[in-house]
């Protein structure tokens, strides 16, 4: 006897959206296991000033969990945290979460999974075990900042914080502070830099596509309008679902539509960057859609406003508060910001995991990650995982992709019968091949771009799946069980 039929690992929107499907589908038997002191995942743990969501809150949310009253378009961090907290107390999932339990390792034992489960040291909370039928793997993507390997960086006297990571007793009015990388969450840090007084030195290795993110606040009576109207609440919500998925044409390289949002983008900037040799420095070489289009009103202004300084090459050494660009330009500082984003391709729950003849995760994804259906795993029976290989999405919410994969889960687990659920060996393969094949002449994987989507190691597309929702939908419903290994004879005579 197992100690719970399902055991999930992370109460992020992954985690917590696993634990809502099975509690809709009538399962009583599960736990989740997460490290911190409460929910949220990536917005409990990103704090930086002015983050916010770049999808528009009305899809960012789970389906059955409706909230008439952001306070805007694209919600801010501190907000989706609020709802999450919100989602998990209301539904009663907040008692089925166990807090401050890392997962140490697990392992499986031949019919189930030992979970080893972390303690803080104390004797009141002392490494554990917990045993589990199957376990699902909902700890998200994002999660390991990636730290450059700088020469000196040790020597650096002022405060080093990576945007995750963010210290809210750092000053800023008044202070030179240099961030390093162009990406989501600098977009959205420097104009709020600026806003605070600080001085900005931004070193930028490759320049983003970025387009208008527009959007607006929600007033009192726009939110009593849309929590007296459930129906038009739903709508919203399957009209922005219909908007996102739109967008995956442009961003997976059809000429007509890249073309399109390309001059967008270029107008945009020619419009905020009146300065011509700001602008050049600002403009992609790359195709639209290699790496992650950002949404932004405010970061080209900032850059414009003179309180920025765009150095355009990366940031290759430290020599105390002096930092050295590539292109030889040395810059004094006073804190160091590192928005260099996170270890996506080697996720680091990968090495905790193991599987059929004590192989790990991380040994099996040497490669690369690999599936079946993004979310089964050949030689890891009763093993699910969540916002894993290509899960991710570039044009809709990654909400949508969660709960297709726990619906999924749901199903699976209601035609287990009393065999663990092996995968094909050939069956991940046929889906790698598969993704292969689907991703092959888009801007991801095209020469001369590097993005977090794709894998070093093999070149392979592994973070995103390079298709609609519908498309992951329908991929999903054709996995069936010709997928599986058989159940051993004994077991289907005495399930018949």
Same mark, same amino acid.
């Given at each position: 006897?197992? #100690?719970?039929?399902?055991?999930?690992?992370?109460?992020?929107?992954?985690?917590?959206?696993?634990?809502?499907? %099975?509690?809709?589908?009538?399962?009583?038997?599960?736990?989740?296991?997460?490290?911190?002191?409460?929910?949220?995942?990536?917005?409990?743990?990103?704090?930086?000033?002015?983050?916010?969501?770049?999808?528009?809150?009305?899809?960012?949310?789970?389906?059955?969990?409706?909230?008439?009253?952001?306070?805007?378009?694209?919600?801010?961090?501190?907000?989706?945290?609020?709802?999450?907290?919100?989602?998990?107390?209301?539904?009663?999932?907040?008692?089925?979460?166990?807090?401050?339990?890392?997962?140490?390792?697990?392992?499986?034992?031949?019919?189930?999974?030992? !979970? *080893?489960?972390?303690? &803080?040291?104390?004797?009141?909370?002392?490494?554990?075990?917990?045993?589990?039928?199957?376990?699902?793997?909902?700890?998200?993507?994002?999660?390991?900042?990636? %730290?450059?390997?700088?020469?000196?960086?040790?020597?650096?006297?002022?405060?080093?914080?990576?945007?995750?990571?963010?210290?809210? #007793?750092?000053?800023?009015?008044?202070?030179?502070?240099?961030?390093?990388?162009?990406?989501?969450?600098?977009?959205?840090?420097?104009?709020?830099?600026?806003?605070?007084?600080? /001085?900005?030195?931004?070193?930028?290795?490759?320049?983003?596509?970025?387009?208008?993110?527009?959007?607006?606040?929600?007033?009192?009576?726009?939110?009593?309008?849309?929590?007296?109207?459930?129906?038009?609440?739903?709508?919203? @919500?399957?009209?922005?679902?219909?908007?996102?998925?739109?967008?995956?044409?442009?961003?997976?390289?059809?000429?007509?539509?890249?073309?399109?949002?390309?001059?967008?983008?270029?107008?945009?900037?020619?419009?905020?960057?009146?300065?011509?040799?700001? /602008?050049?420095?600002?403009?992609?070489?790359?195709?639209?859609?290699?790496?992650?289009?950002?949404?932004?009103? &405010?970061?080209?202004?900032?850059?414009?406003?003179?309180?920025?300084?765009?150095?355009?090459?990366?940031?290759?050494?430290?020599?105390?508060?002096?930092? !050295?660009?590539?292109?030889?330009?040395?810059?004094?500082?006073?804190?160091?910001?590192?928005?260099?984003?996170?270890?996506?391709?080697?996720?680091?729950?990968?090495?905790?995991?193991?599987?059929?003849?004590?192989?790990?995760?991380?040994?099996?994804?040497?490669?690369?990650?690999?599936?079946?259906?993004?979310? %089964?795993?050949?030689?890891?029976? &009763?093993?699910?995982?969540?916002?894993?290989?290509?899960?991710?999405?570039?044009?809709?919410?990654?909400?949508?992709?969660?709960?297709?994969?726990?619906?999924?889960?749901?199903?699976?687990?209601?035609? @287990?019968?009393?065999?663990?659920?092996?995968?094909?060996?050939?069956?991940?393969?046929?889906?790698?091949?598969?993704?292969?094949?689907?991703?092959?002449?888009?801007?991801?994987?095209?020469?001369?771009?590097?993005?977090?989507?794709?894998?070093?190691?093999?070149?392979?597309?592994?973070? %995103?799946?390079?298709?609609?929702?519908?498309?992951?939908?329908?991929?999903?419903?054709?996995?069936?069980? #010709?997928?599986?290994?058989?159940?051993?004879?004994?077991?289907? *005579?005495?399930?018949?």
């Amino acid at each position: 006897m197992t #100690d719970v039929d399902v055991a999930i690992v992370g109460a992020g929107f992954a985690g917590l959206g696993m634990a809502l499907a %099975l509690q809709r589908a009538g399962h009583g038997s599960y736990t989740v296991l997460e490290r911190a002191e409460e929910v949220g995942g990536t917005w409990r743990d990103n704090t930086y000033p002015g983050i916010a969501c770049d999808v528009p809150a009305h899809l960012y949310r789970f389906a059955e969990h409706p909230r008439a009253h952001w306070s805007h378009t694209f919600a801010p961090g501190g907000e989706i945290q609020e709802y999450l907290r919100a989602v998990a107390h209301e539904s009663g999932l907040h008692e089925r979460i166990r807090f401050r339990s890392p997962l140490r390792c697990a392992r499986w034992t031949g019919d189930a999974w030992r !979970i *080893e489960i972390g303690g &803080d040291g104390t004797r009141a909370r002392r490494p554990r075990t917990l045993e589990a039928q199957s376990l699902v793997l909902a700890c998200g993507r994002l999660t390991q900042p990636r %730290l450059p390997d700088l020469p000196g960086l040790a020597s650096f006297p002022g405060p080093v914080v990576h945007t995750a990571r963010w210290d809210h #007793d750092m000053p800023l009015a008044g202070r030179r502070i240099a961030v390093v990388g162009t990406g989501a969450s600098a977009v959205q840090l420097v104009p709020e830099l600026v806003r605070r007084g600080a /001085r900005v030195t931004l070193f930028q290795r490759t320049p983003a596509w970025i387009l208008p993110r527009g959007g607006a606040a929600y007033g009192p009576a726009e939110q009593r309008a849309l929590a007296g109207d459930p129906d038009a609440l739903a709508r919203l @919500r399957e009209d922005l679902l219909i908007e996102g998925e739109a967008r995956f044409a442009s961003r997976s390289g059809d000429a007509e539509a890249a073309s399109r949002a390309r001059a967008a983008a270029l107008a945009h900037l020619a419009a905020q960057v009146p300065d011509r040799a700001l /602008r050049d420095a600002l403009t992609p070489r790359y195709p639209f859609g290699c790496k992650r289009v950002l949404l932004s009103d &405010d970061f080209y202004p900032a850059l414009a406003s003179g309180a920025v300084a765009l150095e355009a090459s990366a940031l290759v050494g430290v020599e105390g508060h002096t930092l !050295i660009a590539a292109g030889g330009a040395a810059y004094e500082a006073d804190a160091l910001v590192l928005a260099t984003g996170f270890e996506t391709t080697r996720q680091p729950y990968a090495d905790l995991v193991e599987g059929e003849r004590g192989l790990t995760l991380a040994e099996h994804w040497s490669g690369g990650m690999t599936s079946l259906g993004s979310t %089964l795993v050949t030689g890891f029976p &009763d093993l699910y995982v969540l916002n894993g290989p290509n899960a991710s999405l570039g044009h809709n919410s990654a909400v949508l992709m969660a709960e297709e994969q726990a619906g999924f889960v749901v199903r699976r687990l209601a035609a @287990r019968g009393d065999a663990p659920v092996r995968v094909r060996p050939e069956a991940e393969r046929a889906y790698t091949r598969e993704i292969e094949s689907r991703s092959a002449g888009t801007p991801w994987v095209a020469d001369g771009c590097s993005n977090w989507y794709v894998d070093e190691r093999s070149g392979r597309l592994t973070l %995103l799946w390079p298709g609609t929702v519908q498309a992951f939908r329908d991929r999903l419903a054709r996995i069936g069980a #010709d997928d599986f290994e058989p159940a051993p004879s004994g077991l289907l *005579e005495g399930a018949s």
